[in-house]
């Protein structure tokens, strides 16, 4: 595996978590600034706090078990995630609420239509 690519996924990953609070933001950002009343960069902030570490934990535990883990590219990945979380998150916070609230609604469309559209 390439090291230099493992690193640029998770840095594309973690921008597109910085920015959006994707994973679970697509359910818990929506869910806090609709059902909470939250304001969308405090969604998103809320959002990746939860997803930070007790979410994975235990799915790691899991998969470990089984054999099914690539320590080695997923410590790439996720040493990409770290930065790019951060440039994502300072990119968010530097728009206006109503921009970033579009930008959040354009992705997630994004994303439906190409799950709906794929076979």
């Known amino acids: 595996m390439d090291a230099v690519l493992a690193i640029v ?3 594309v990953g973690g921008v597109f ?8 933001g697509i359910v818990l950002v929506p869910g806090m600034v609709y059902l909470l009343g ?6 998103q902030g809320t959002s990746l706090l939860t997803l930070l570490l007790p979410v994975g934990l235990f799915g790691v535990i899991a998969y470990h078990k089984e054999g099914q883990i690539d320590f080695r590219v ?5 040493a990409g995630f770290l930065g790019g979380a951060y440039l994502g998150s300072k990119f968010a916070l530097s728009l206006p609420e109503v921009v970033l609230r579009r930008c959040f609604a354009a992705f997630l469309l994004v994303v439906a239509v190409q799950l709906f559209a794929k076979k």
């Open 17 to 24: 978590g910085g920015v959006f609070g994707v994973g679970g």
């Open 9 to 11: 996924i998770g840095l």
């Open 74 to 78: 997923g410590l790439l990945i996720a």
């Open 38 to 43: 939250f304001a969308q960069h405090r969604a």
